[in-house]
């Protein structure tokens, strides 16, 4: 197997008049996605457009699907480009790429033709108007191979410019075909997509779905504003499966969501993107003991996830392991002089190697030689592999264990200190609910926000019963709730404003 249509074509085969996707007012079955997608993929491949980035504008749903495998059809590659991005964002992305073409959807066609000067713009209602040139695509196919681009997802990079991470056939292949085999993904199982389509949480719903030919749903983004509303959505539509950020789980129980109503037929729950707070696990098991849990973790440059630990319902955890890597991968931790970390309980950083492994960032030779490199432990033949800047160390059960960043890794008050272990301290009292600290390093204050039932001085004085007084903060700060990232992680930068704003 060597392009992941083929997962759509398998499926369409077994399931054509199964319903593939949902969207909040619509669906679509698995033969009707594979006609329009084959449709959309004709207009590009007639035209002998092959091996281009296309930009995909408009919000998640089935004509995004629809656009994304058409794309692909092609022998091209997508990358979604939220609308809902200022035009500054837009254009740093755009200046990334070069993209020569863009498809959008009558809402965002005046929004994409501001933004997209140099681009020719397809609305993909009339690119659907078009037929199937069976003839273009075997020859857009033929000209496929495996370790052809699929998409770029963009992150936020230290330079200020958005860094294009591109993903390949191969490594989504290899990804997809191991995750839902260990995990039991099946035609029956109906998938509640959360994270929004430019962010790697997004392709294990795509294409795990497409894989088994389950049933993809599409969640509203504004539900995640009403956790009634959330839960409602959940139940009537029977989901099974939630591959969600850590942060949109929390965001349920925080506002007691499971009290009004439990989604019981959700067997699966897999979290990524933050460390999950022990006591938000807790409640998720409290109301589903039956369920399995699973953590996962894994930078966007490595294909999803590297690692996954499945938890123990009955067990009490201090912190929740990531675990052992996913088959055909290779996790390992490095010291700062590049030496191999076997022991345990010694941290260092995070490296990957393996199909996995991204194809560098797109049009930024320098970003992609400062992350992805030789493996120095290897000097025979290449080896490329990834440093996450993400440190960790084994455990007793030789299980890594995620221990912060190298980035979050601070020097206070002369004594090295990780952000995570005051978090950890400040949410173990039961008054509150998350935590998240943050080092001014320009003004050497370290701040602490949390939301909780507990006054900031009562806080403190808790605090200095449980950690040196290095660690303690220079400044709590209560909130009603934390700002999240589109990506569904703490922002961190918006705390800051909102603290400067005061």
């Not at 009004?260 to 037929?265: I, L, M, Q, R």
């Not at 999950?276 to 966007?300: A, C, D, Q, R, S």
């Amino acid at each position: 197997m060597n392009n992941v249509l083929e997962y759509l074509e398998k499926s369409c085969n077994k399931y054509a008049n199964k319903i593939a996707v949902i969207e909040e007012d619509k669906s679509i079955t698995y033969s009707s996605l594979l006609d329009k997608s084959k449709v959309v993929g004709s207009f590009f491949a007639s035209r002998k457009i092959f091996n281009k980035p296309i930009v995909i504008f408009m919000d998640k749903g089935i004509d995004t699907l629809i656009s994304f495998f058409g794309v692909v059809y092609a022998s091209n590659f997508y990358t979604l480009i939220n609308p809902e991005f200022p035009s500054e964002r837009i254009n740093q992305i755009v200046n990334v790429l070069k993209p020569e073409y863009v498809i959008t959807n009558d809402i965002y066609l005046d929004y994409a033709k501001e933004n997209f000067n140099n681009s020719k713009i397809f609305n993909i209602k009339d690119l659907m108007n078009n037929k199937i040139d069976d003839k273009s695509l075997l020859f857009a196919n033929e000209k496929h191979i495996s370790t052809n681009p699929l998409y770029i997802n963009f992150t936020s990079g230290s330079t200020g410019v958005p860094k294009g991470v591109v993903i390949s056939h191969k490594s989504v292949i290899d990804f997809i075909d191991n995750f839902t085999n260990i995990f039991s993904f099946n035609k029956d199982d109906i998938i509640a997509n959360q994270a929004p389509f430019d962010f790697d949480v997004s392709v294990k719903d795509i294409y795990s779905s497409i894989c088994v030919g389950a049933t993809l749903v599409i969640v509203p983004k504004s539900y995640f504003s009403s956790p009634a509303k959330l839960l409602d959505y959940l139940c009537l539509n029977n989901v099974t499966t939630l591959t969600w950020a850590v942060s949109a789980l929390c965001l349920i129980t925080t506002f007691h969501g499971l009290d009004y109503k439990v989604p019981d037929k959700v067997n699966k729950i897999l979290f990524s993107g933050e460390v999950m707070p022990i006591k938000h696990l807790n409640k998720w098991i409290e109301k589903l003991p039956n369920t399995t849990f699973v953590n996962l973790y894994g930078p966007t440059e490595i294909t999803c996830n590297c690692t996954y630990y499945i938890i123990d319902n009955k067990k009490e955890y201090e912190k929740i392991p990531i675990g052992k890597a996913f088959p055909n991968e290779k996790v390992f931790l490095l010291d700062k002089d590049n030496k191999l970390i076997i022991d345990t309980n010694k941290v260092g950083e995070i490296c990957v190697s393996g199909d996995c492994v991204a194809l560098g960032y797109f049009n930024n030779k320098e970003q992609t030689e400062k992350h992805f490199m030789q493996n120095p432990l290897q000097n025979d033949y290449l080896e490329t592999i990834y440093r996450t800047g993400d440190l960790a160390f084994y455990n007793e059960d030789n299980d890594l264990v995620f221990n912060g960043r190298v980035d979050f890794q601070i020097k206070y008050q002369g004594h090295r200190i990780e952000l995570e272990e005051i978090d950890r301290a400040i949410t173990n009292f039961d008054e509150v609910d998350r935590a998240c600290s943050i080092f001014i390093e320009e003004k050497s204050k370290l701040y602490s926000f949390y939301v909780g039932n507990i006054d900031k001085k009562e806080l403190h004085s808790k605090l200095k019963e449980k950690l040196p007084v290095f660690m303690i903060p220079t400044k709590l700060i209560k909130i009603d709730d934390f700002p999240i990232t589109k990506n569904g992680k703490i922002d961190r930068k918006k705390l800051l404003e909102m603290e400067e704003e005061k």
